[in-house]
């Protein structure tokens, strides 16, 4: 993995401990409304995850690709990605 694997780590723990925070709010059974909301922040954080790692794959595997006549396979790569991402 190419992406800054200190940043990524950090933001990592983070999601990992607002998902212990949301096993602790269902198992007190708090409010619908606060739940979602945590959710929605943990998934922001993983949607930032995601982001740093594509990014480091654009700026260091696709390049490398196309230095080394592998472009078509990394081309493929990303446009698989981007279909998962659509969905």
Request: charged share 35%; hydrophobic share 40%.
């Amino acid at each position: 993995m190419k992406a800054d694997k200190t940043k990524v780590t950090r933001l990592l723990k983070t999601a990992r401990g607002q998902i212990d925070g949301l096993l602790k709010m269902v198992e007190e059974d708090r409010y619908c409304i606060e739940v979602s909301n945590q959710l929605m922040a943990t998934q922001a954080i993983l949607r930032k995850v995601n982001n740093e790692v594509i990014h480091a794959h654009l700026g260091a595997c696709v390049k490398e690709g196309f230095e080394q006549g592998t472009e078509d396979e990394k081309i493929e790569e990303i446009v698989k990605l981007i279909d998962k991402l659509s969905k």
